[in-house]
Protein backbone atom coordinates (compact mmCIF):
# COMPACT_ATOMS: atom_id res chain seq x y z
CA UNK A 1 0.00 0.00 0.00
CA UNK A 2 1.34 3.20 -1.48
CA UNK A 3 0.76 6.82 0.85
CA UNK A 4 -2.05 4.79 2.27
CA UNK A 5 -3.76 3.76 -1.22
CA UNK A 6 -4.26 0.72 -2.50
CA UNK A 7 -2.11 -0.49 -5.61
CA UNK A 8 -3.76 -2.53 -8.56
CA UNK A 9 -1.81 -3.98 -11.55
CA UNK A 10 -3.29 -5.45 -14.54
CA UNK A 11 -0.85 -8.03 -15.98
CA UNK A 12 -1.52 -9.18 -19.54
CA UNK A 13 -0.80 -12.38 -20.76
CA UNK A 14 -0.88 -11.82 -24.50
CA UNK A 15 -0.56 -14.08 -28.01
CA UNK A 16 -2.06 -12.68 -30.76
CA UNK A 17 -5.13 -10.88 -29.21
CA UNK A 18 -5.91 -7.59 -30.33
CA UNK A 19 -4.72 -5.94 -27.18
CA UNK A 20 -6.58 -1.99 -28.15
CA UNK A 21 -8.45 -2.50 -24.85
CA UNK A 22 -5.82 -2.22 -23.01
CA UNK A 23 -5.78 2.25 -23.68
CA UNK A 24 -8.91 2.07 -21.06
CA UNK A 25 -7.13 0.12 -18.37
CA UNK A 26 -7.47 2.24 -15.16
CA UNK A 27 -4.61 0.92 -13.63
CA UNK A 28 -0.77 0.44 -14.34
CA UNK A 29 -0.76 -2.24 -16.96
CA UNK A 30 2.03 -5.09 -17.74
CA UNK A 31 1.69 -6.75 -21.02
CA UNK A 32 3.67 -10.45 -21.45
CA UNK A 33 3.64 -10.53 -24.99
CA UNK A 34 4.57 -14.56 -26.67
CA UNK A 35 2.99 -13.22 -29.99
CA UNK A 36 4.03 -11.39 -32.97
CA UNK A 37 5.44 -7.66 -31.96
CA UNK A 38 3.09 -5.42 -31.23
CA UNK A 39 2.88 -1.60 -33.02
CA UNK A 40 1.61 -0.05 -29.56
CA UNK A 41 1.56 -1.27 -26.16
CA UNK A 42 -1.21 1.20 -25.42
CA UNK A 43 0.84 2.40 -22.43
CA UNK A 44 1.25 -0.35 -20.86
CA UNK A 45 4.96 -2.08 -19.75
CA UNK A 46 6.13 -4.25 -22.26
CA UNK A 47 7.42 -7.57 -21.99
CA UNK A 48 8.33 -10.20 -24.57
CA UNK A 49 8.44 -13.39 -23.84
CA UNK A 50 9.02 -17.31 -25.72
CA UNK A 51 5.77 -18.91 -26.49
CA UNK A 52 5.07 -21.57 -24.23
CA UNK A 53 3.48 -22.69 -20.88
CA UNK A 54 0.09 -20.93 -21.95
CA UNK A 55 -1.17 -17.84 -19.73
CA UNK A 56 -0.23 -19.93 -16.63
CA UNK A 57 3.34 -19.90 -17.07
CA UNK A 58 2.95 -15.82 -17.85
CA UNK A 59 0.86 -15.50 -13.87
CA UNK A 60 3.29 -17.74 -12.82
CA UNK A 61 6.32 -15.40 -14.08
CA UNK A 62 4.80 -12.41 -12.67
CA UNK A 63 4.05 -13.64 -9.57
CA UNK A 64 7.62 -15.43 -9.05
CA UNK A 65 9.57 -12.69 -10.09
CA UNK A 66 7.65 -10.33 -8.87
CA UNK A 67 7.45 -11.81 -5.56
CA UNK A 68 8.56 -9.06 -3.19
CA UNK A 69 6.95 -6.62 -4.49
CA UNK A 70 3.56 -7.28 -6.04
CA UNK A 71 1.11 -4.79 -6.03
CA UNK A 72 -1.81 -5.14 -3.75
CA UNK A 73 -4.29 -6.08 -6.01
CA UNK A 74 -2.71 -8.11 -9.33
CA UNK A 75 -5.75 -8.57 -11.79
CA UNK A 76 -4.64 -11.79 -13.94
CA UNK A 77 -6.50 -11.97 -17.15
CA UNK A 78 -5.74 -13.36 -21.03
CA UNK A 79 -5.31 -11.36 -23.64
CA UNK A 80 -8.96 -10.78 -25.34
CA UNK A 81 -10.91 -10.89 -21.84
CA UNK A 82 -14.01 -9.43 -23.04
CA UNK A 83 -14.90 -12.44 -25.07
CA UNK A 84 -15.01 -14.47 -22.02
CA UNK A 85 -15.86 -11.57 -19.42
CA UNK A 86 -18.17 -9.40 -21.29
CA UNK A 87 -18.32 -6.72 -18.45
CA UNK A 88 -14.49 -7.20 -17.70
CA UNK A 89 -13.78 -3.23 -18.01
CA UNK A 90 -16.44 -2.51 -15.37
CA UNK A 91 -14.81 -5.06 -13.19
CA UNK A 92 -11.49 -3.46 -14.18
CA UNK A 93 -13.28 -0.19 -12.07
CA UNK A 94 -13.91 -1.75 -9.08
CA UNK A 95 -11.14 -2.64 -6.02
CA UNK A 96 -12.07 -6.60 -4.54
CA UNK A 97 -10.29 -7.28 -1.38
CA UNK A 98 -10.62 -10.65 -1.71
CA UNK A 99 -10.10 -12.95 -4.75
CA UNK A 100 -12.99 -12.44 -6.96
CA UNK A 101 -13.05 -14.25 -10.76
CA UNK A 102 -14.00 -11.79 -13.62
CA UNK A 103 -15.32 -14.85 -16.23
CA UNK A 104 -18.43 -15.43 -17.02
CA UNK A 105 -18.42 -18.12 -20.06
CA UNK A 106 -15.43 -20.05 -22.30
CA UNK A 107 -17.22 -18.60 -25.59
CA UNK A 108 -20.37 -17.72 -26.81
CA UNK A 109 -20.46 -19.09 -30.20
CA UNK A 110 -19.19 -22.74 -27.93
CA UNK A 111 -21.98 -21.80 -25.29
CA UNK A 112 -20.31 -23.23 -22.44
CA UNK A 113 -21.26 -22.98 -19.76
CA UNK A 114 -24.96 -23.12 -21.40
CA UNK A 115 -26.44 -19.91 -21.98
CA UNK A 116 -29.24 -20.74 -19.87
CA UNK A 117 -27.13 -21.60 -16.58
CA UNK A 118 -25.30 -18.45 -16.91
CA UNK A 119 -28.28 -16.35 -16.92
CA UNK A 120 -29.98 -18.61 -14.48
CA UNK A 121 -27.64 -18.71 -11.74
CA UNK A 122 -27.29 -15.01 -10.90
CA UNK A 123 -25.79 -15.33 -7.29
CA UNK A 124 -22.23 -14.38 -8.22
CA UNK A 125 -22.85 -11.13 -10.35
CA UNK A 126 -21.42 -8.23 -8.93
CA UNK A 127 -23.77 -5.11 -9.12
CA UNK A 128 -25.07 -6.43 -12.23
CA UNK A 129 -21.94 -7.46 -14.04
CA UNK A 130 -21.98 -11.00 -15.36
CA UNK A 131 -19.39 -13.43 -13.93
CA UNK A 132 -20.07 -17.20 -13.20
CA UNK A 133 -18.53 -19.66 -11.45
CA UNK A 134 -18.89 -23.52 -11.41
CA UNK A 135 -17.53 -26.14 -8.80
CA UNK A 136 -15.83 -29.65 -10.00
CA UNK A 137 -15.60 -33.38 -8.51
CA UNK A 138 -12.36 -34.91 -8.92
CA UNK A 139 -12.07 -35.65 -12.35
CA UNK A 140 -13.08 -31.98 -13.44
CA UNK A 141 -16.51 -33.10 -14.42
CA UNK A 142 -18.71 -30.02 -13.89
CA UNK A 143 -21.45 -30.81 -11.63
CA UNK A 144 -22.87 -27.56 -9.60
CA UNK A 145 -24.84 -25.50 -9.60
CA UNK A 146 -25.61 -27.68 -12.53
CA UNK A 147 -24.25 -30.37 -14.63
CA UNK A 148 -22.99 -29.75 -18.47
CA UNK A 149 -20.89 -31.84 -20.61
CA UNK A 150 -17.68 -30.26 -21.82
CA UNK A 151 -15.89 -32.17 -24.79
CA UNK A 152 -12.75 -29.70 -24.67
CA UNK A 153 -11.67 -30.92 -21.36
CA UNK A 154 -13.11 -34.64 -21.49
CA UNK A 155 -10.44 -34.97 -24.77
CA UNK A 156 -7.80 -33.38 -22.78
CA UNK A 157 -8.41 -35.69 -19.57
CA UNK A 158 -7.49 -38.69 -21.78
CA UNK A 159 -4.46 -37.59 -23.31
CA UNK A 160 -3.00 -36.74 -19.47
CA UNK A 161 -3.78 -40.09 -18.08
CA UNK A 162 -2.21 -41.72 -20.95
CA UNK A 163 0.89 -39.42 -20.96
CA UNK A 164 1.46 -39.83 -16.96
CA UNK A 165 -0.29 -43.12 -17.03
CA UNK A 166 -2.64 -42.92 -14.20
CA UNK A 167 -4.32 -45.49 -12.90
CA UNK A 168 -8.33 -45.03 -12.71
CA UNK A 169 -8.44 -45.54 -9.09
CA UNK A 170 -6.38 -42.07 -9.07
CA UNK A 171 -8.24 -38.81 -9.74
CA UNK A 172 -6.74 -36.22 -11.49
CA UNK A 173 -8.11 -33.79 -8.93
CA UNK A 174 -5.28 -36.23 -6.92
CA UNK A 175 -2.71 -36.39 -9.10
CA UNK A 176 -2.66 -32.42 -9.99
CA UNK A 177 -3.25 -31.85 -5.99
CA UNK A 178 -0.21 -33.80 -4.79
CA UNK A 179 2.33 -32.73 -7.35
CA UNK A 180 1.21 -29.00 -6.55
CA UNK A 181 0.63 -28.91 -2.56
CA UNK A 182 2.43 -32.28 -1.29
CA UNK A 183 -1.16 -33.55 -0.50
CA UNK A 184 -3.04 -36.25 -2.04
CA UNK A 185 -6.37 -35.53 0.26
CA UNK A 186 -7.89 -32.85 -2.17
CA UNK A 187 -11.44 -31.36 -1.63
CA UNK A 188 -14.35 -33.41 -3.22
CA UNK A 189 -15.29 -30.18 -5.04
CA UNK A 190 -13.15 -27.50 -6.51
CA UNK A 191 -14.25 -23.98 -7.47
CA UNK A 192 -13.65 -22.74 -11.51
CA UNK A 193 -14.25 -20.25 -13.75
CA UNK A 194 -13.00 -20.68 -17.21
CA UNK A 195 -10.33 -18.80 -18.64
CA UNK A 196 -8.39 -17.49 -15.69
CA UNK A 197 -9.13 -13.95 -15.65
CA UNK A 198 -9.26 -12.61 -11.83
CA UNK A 199 -8.50 -10.59 -9.46
CA UNK A 200 -6.30 -11.54 -6.55
CA UNK A 201 -5.18 -9.72 -3.37
CA UNK A 202 -0.96 -10.05 -2.53
CA UNK A 203 -1.93 -11.32 0.86
CA UNK A 204 -3.67 -14.06 -0.85
CA UNK A 205 -1.36 -14.77 -3.28
CA UNK A 206 1.60 -15.00 -0.97
CA UNK A 207 -0.56 -17.16 1.79
CA UNK A 208 0.51 -19.89 -0.01
CA UNK A 209 4.30 -20.69 -0.20
CA UNK A 210 6.46 -19.96 -2.79
CA UNK A 211 6.94 -23.31 -3.57
CA UNK A 212 3.56 -23.67 -4.64
CA UNK A 213 3.75 -21.79 -7.42
CA UNK A 214 7.32 -23.00 -8.13
CA UNK A 215 5.50 -26.87 -8.54
CA UNK A 216 2.70 -25.08 -10.69
CA UNK A 217 5.82 -23.57 -13.15
CA UNK A 218 7.06 -27.02 -12.84
CA UNK A 219 3.89 -28.53 -14.59
CA UNK A 220 3.17 -26.35 -17.01
CA UNK A 221 6.89 -26.17 -18.53
CA UNK A 222 6.78 -29.97 -18.13
CA UNK A 223 3.31 -30.55 -20.57
CA UNK A 224 1.63 -27.99 -22.05
CA UNK A 225 -1.78 -30.04 -21.71
CA UNK A 226 -1.19 -29.02 -17.92
CA UNK A 227 -1.63 -25.36 -18.53
CA UNK A 228 -5.76 -26.25 -18.80
CA UNK A 229 -5.88 -28.35 -15.59
CA UNK A 230 -4.07 -25.12 -14.10
CA UNK A 231 -6.75 -22.97 -15.43
CA UNK A 232 -9.16 -25.28 -13.24
CA UNK A 233 -6.56 -25.06 -10.28
CA UNK A 234 -6.26 -21.22 -9.64
CA UNK A 235 -8.91 -20.47 -7.43
CA UNK A 236 -8.30 -23.55 -4.97
CA UNK A 237 -5.06 -22.40 -5.15
CA UNK A 238 -6.09 -18.55 -4.65
CA UNK A 239 -8.18 -20.16 -1.38
CA UNK A 240 -11.58 -18.88 -3.04
CA UNK A 241 -13.07 -21.46 -1.26
CA UNK A 242 -12.39 -20.06 1.78
CA UNK A 243 -14.42 -16.67 0.52
CA UNK A 244 -18.21 -16.02 1.58
CA UNK A 245 -18.91 -16.98 -2.28
CA UNK A 246 -18.02 -20.22 -1.39
CA UNK A 247 -21.90 -21.72 -2.16
CA UNK A 248 -20.73 -25.49 -1.49
CA UNK A 249 -18.29 -25.59 1.55
CA UNK A 250 -20.56 -28.31 2.74
CA UNK A 251 -20.26 -30.52 0.09
CA UNK A 252 -16.86 -29.53 -0.34
CA UNK A 253 -15.99 -31.43 2.48
CA UNK A 254 -17.09 -35.02 1.50
CA UNK A 255 -16.99 -36.86 -1.97
CA UNK A 256 -20.03 -36.57 -3.71
CA UNK A 257 -21.02 -40.48 -4.34
CA UNK A 258 -24.71 -39.79 -5.29
CA UNK A 259 -23.95 -40.35 -9.12
CA UNK A 260 -21.41 -41.54 -10.99
CA UNK A 261 -20.29 -38.62 -13.10
CA UNK A 262 -17.41 -40.43 -14.49
CA UNK A 263 -20.16 -42.74 -16.61
CA UNK A 264 -22.45 -39.60 -17.57
CA UNK A 265 -19.47 -38.24 -19.27
CA UNK A 266 -18.42 -40.89 -20.75
CA UNK A 267 -21.67 -41.31 -22.02
CA UNK A 268 -21.74 -37.66 -23.42
CA UNK A 269 -18.37 -38.39 -25.20
CA UNK A 270 -20.25 -41.32 -26.96
CA UNK A 271 -23.22 -39.10 -27.76
CA UNK A 272 -21.29 -35.75 -28.69
CA UNK A 273 -17.87 -35.77 -29.67
CA UNK A 274 -15.91 -32.52 -29.48
CA UNK A 275 -16.70 -31.60 -33.35
CA UNK A 276 -20.23 -33.14 -34.69
CA UNK A 277 -18.26 -35.24 -37.37
CA UNK A 278 -21.62 -36.94 -39.23
CA UNK A 279 -22.80 -33.37 -40.86
CA UNK A 280 -18.87 -32.71 -42.35
CA UNK A 281 -19.74 -34.02 -45.57
CA UNK A 282 -23.09 -33.22 -46.44
CA UNK A 283 -24.77 -30.04 -48.15
CA UNK A 284 -25.49 -27.12 -46.26
CA UNK A 285 -29.11 -27.51 -46.14
CA UNK A 286 -28.39 -31.16 -45.06
CA UNK A 287 -25.85 -30.35 -42.24
CA UNK A 288 -28.47 -27.44 -41.06
CA UNK A 289 -31.30 -30.43 -40.54
CA UNK A 290 -28.35 -33.14 -39.06
CA UNK A 291 -27.20 -30.43 -36.95
CA UNK A 292 -30.83 -29.50 -35.94
CA UNK A 293 -31.56 -32.89 -34.98
CA UNK A 294 -27.90 -33.75 -33.18
CA UNK A 295 -28.72 -30.62 -30.66
CA UNK A 296 -32.51 -31.49 -29.93
CA UNK A 297 -31.05 -34.83 -28.79
CA UNK A 298 -28.05 -33.23 -26.82
CA UNK A 299 -31.11 -30.70 -25.17
CA UNK A 300 -33.99 -33.70 -24.54
CA UNK A 301 -30.64 -35.91 -23.15
CA UNK A 302 -29.10 -33.03 -20.42
CA UNK A 303 -32.92 -31.94 -19.48
CA UNK A 304 -32.66 -36.08 -18.22
CA UNK A 305 -29.49 -35.23 -16.88
CA UNK A 306 -30.95 -32.56 -14.66
CA UNK A 307 -34.11 -34.39 -13.61
CA UNK A 308 -31.49 -36.74 -12.52
CA UNK A 309 -29.22 -34.52 -10.66
CA UNK A 310 -31.62 -32.41 -9.13
CA UNK A 311 -31.53 -33.84 -5.83
CA UNK A 312 -27.70 -32.65 -4.97
CA UNK A 313 -28.15 -29.28 -5.96
CA UNK A 314 -30.62 -28.63 -2.64
Aim: glycine content about 4%.
Amino acid sequence: MADGKITRELVVARYNEDIAWVAQSPMPTIVYNKGNELDSAFGAKYVKMENFGREGHTYLYHILKNWDNLADITIFTQGDPIKHSPDFLKLLNRTFLTVQPFSFMWTEEADIPPAKFREKYRQYWVDGCRVYVQYLNREFISILPQYFYDPGIASTKHIVRKTYNLKREVSLLEYYWKRIFGDDSPPALIPFSYAGIFSVPKDVIRSRDRSVYENCMRLVLEYHENGFFLERLWLSIFRYNETEQNRYLALMKKPVKDYDYYMIDKINEILFPKKNTFSAFCSKPLRNKITSIYNLIRRCIHSFYQYLLGPLRK
